[in-house]
């Protein structure tokens, strides 16, 4: 089938030049490809645009290749069914559609759309832009808006203060009456002031002051020595800089990471280095290393931990104690008197009430089922307990006497008169008798002794030393000394961790010496560990990190930590 294509073109002073050609095909392609039928030179059009597939009997069938699709008549289709004398549009190009001449079985006539007849389109399809065009008066409008503020929020709410009926009436409604004042519901520690406005607010209409606040809470520590840290952000600061209270369920306390680190984040540069605290800006990537309380002693002997800064590894803890955990923990098991036993970290370590901490390890509930204290084979259930060195001398030189009065001991070295069974109506001892007993009892309490704490028992867990001015025996166990917390400017609660195995964060199963620290590290920047030990990095990254939790200051940190109070001079109520 043959097309008849002409094209018109407009020269100036209204002259119009006609150009025909013919094109041979059943469909009539349209674009800005080189190839196409009916070449359109605007960049508005698809390489291929749309075509044109004559139907027969005058009528033609109209699609787009494009999903912006193309305007028939003044409108935008993806597809039509059209006849002679409809227009098709692309870009700035118009197709109209004629009646062929004779010889051709269709016939269009593309020309280009007229530059007035666009912008008169454009401007009428065009939204308003502002409020004049739209017939409305932006002071008529104002107006209304202000009368309804103050009739719904300042009228209503009035008349419902004074008038009983009328508060009934609007109570429940929630855009007018008293609810429209309402802030918000209080904190769940500050429930019983709900109707007491002034009880923090003072007069009407005023923020809450730092005195209202410290009426209550006057023995709350500040957060630094004001004297030695001067710093504007925190002397001018007030309560409710970090406090916020009609948050319902959400708290008080801000979480938001920039109210520590705006100050925290530069802190050696603001204090002039007169802080032990490093710069902290972000736990995830400015962050310095974990600092741990270790044990140590002063001058005097008297207990003073030291805190020490975890990037000193390895750290050694001098607890008195010999613990190898490994042992303890071997897989294969232990053999106790009560046959093969394995052990778990459960098993001795148990969290306290409310997860904050460990609970103490106590002798007799986590280790004298297997650590058995006896010290006598012909007594195997008789143990001493377990306690200062003069107790358990005290313990054995009280059984020995009684043995050795009683008699029937079994013992080759012992004196006659301790070995014999004494019989009914047997004669008394004499006073020789007695005091070769007594002399026996002292010296087998003194073997016992040094037995105990030197060879076995006692030196297997404890350090023990020889040390005459120590005890009457002559003994020295050192003391058991842990820190029980180790973080001292930090909180850490096993009970969030409650998921995680012992073995994820502690090395506890490859550690031979209890002088061994397992505390997990922070980790380092931007790593991950494939697999445990995890350090604290692993799971934990800043306020916006998107593949860890997100962890801001205060998940681990207290603000009011000073030894002095924040106010000194003010009392409570």
Excluded at 314 to 343: I, M
Aim: aromatic content about 6%.
């Amino acid at each position: 089938m043959r097309w008849f294509i002409r094209r018109v073109t407009r020269k100036g002073k209204g002259s119009i030049q006609y150009e025909e050609e013919i094109h041979f095909g059943e469909t009539l392609t349209i674009g800005r490809a080189a190839n196409q039928a009916i070449f359109v030179n605007d960049l508005r059009a698809a390489l291929e645009h749309a075509t044109v597939t004559t139907l027969g009997g005058g009528r033609h069938c109209v699609e787009s290749l494009v999903a912006a699709g193309l305007r028939i008549d003044g409108r935008f289709e993806q597809n039509a069914v059209v006849g002679s004398g409809h227009t098709i549009e692309i870009g700035n190009v118009r197709i109209t559609l004629i009646d062929p001449p004779p010889d051709f079985e269709a016939a269009v006539e593309v020309g280009l759309v007229d530059k007035a007849e666009v912008a008169a389109r454009e401007q009428s399809e065009a939204l308003p832009q502002s409020l004049a065009e739209t017939g409305l008066s932006k002071r008529r409008w104002a107006w209304t808006l202000l009368l309804a503020t103050l009739f719904f929020g300042l009228l209503l709410p009035i008349v419902a203060h004074y008038v009983g009926t009328f508060r009934s009436l609007v109570k429940e409604t929630p855009a007018v009456g008293l609810n429209i004042w309402d802030s918000g519901p209080l904190a769940s520690a500050h429930h019983t002031m709900a109707n007491d406005c002034q009880s923090c607010h003072g007069e009407p209409f005023n923020v809450v002051r730092d005195d209202k606040c410290l009426a209550c809470h006057a023995g709350t520590a500040a957060h630094a020595d004001p004297v030695k840290f001067p710093l504007p952000e925190i002397a001018e600061s007030r309560c409710a800089h970090c406090h916020r209270d009609h948050n319902g369920d959400d708290g008080l306390v801000r979480s938001d990471q920039i109210l520590c680190s705006d100050c925290h984040r530069n802190l050696s540069e603001r204090v002039a280095g007169k802080t032990e605290v490093g710069d902290v800006g972000d736990f995830g990537t400015h962050h310095p290393d974990f600092k741990v309380l270790l044990p140590a002693w002063d001058e005097q002997g008297k207990f003073a931990p030291t805190r020490v800064s975890m990037e000193k590894s390895p750290l050694t803890e001098t607890s008195g104690l010999k613990f190898p955990h490994a042992t303890h923990l071997d897989p294969k098991g232990l053999k106790t008197a009560e046959g093969q036993r394995t052990l778990t970290c459960a098993d001795c370590h148990r969290s306290e009430p409310g997860g904050a901490l460990l609970a103490p390890i106590d002798f007799e509930q986590h280790c004298q089922r297997c650590h058995k204290l006896d010290f006598d084979l012909r007594m195997p259930d008789r143990q001493v307990p377990h306690g200062k060195v003069a107790e358990i001398q005290y313990q054995l030189a009280e059984y020995y006497s009684r043995v050795a009065l009683e008699g029937g001991y079994d013992d080759i070295q012992a004196p006659v008169f301790v070995r014999e069974r004494r019989r009914p109506g047997q004669a008394a001892a004499t006073q020789e008798e007695t005091r070769q007993a007594l002399q026996w009892a002292r010296e087998q309490t003194l073997r016992m002794t040094d037995d105990l704490f030197g060879k076995r028992t006692c030196t297997i867990c404890h350090e023990v030393s020889k040390d005459p001015a120590a005890t009457q025996s002559g003994w020295r166990v050192a003391p058991v000394r842990v820190s029980g917390v180790w973080f001292e400017k930090a909180r850490f609660t096993h009970a969030r961790h409650a998921t995680m195995e012992c073995a994820d964060c502690h090395v506890a199963a490859q550690s031979m010496s209890s002088a061994d620290l397992l505390i997990p590290p922070i980790g380092a920047v931007g790593t991950r560990s494939a697999k445990p030990p995890y350090a604290c990095r692993d799971c934990h990254g800043g306020e916006k990190a998107a593949r860890q939790l997100g962890s801001t200051c205060i998940d681990c940190h207290g603000f009011h930590q000073a030894e002095m109070p924040l106010h000194p001079g003010v009392t409570a109520k």
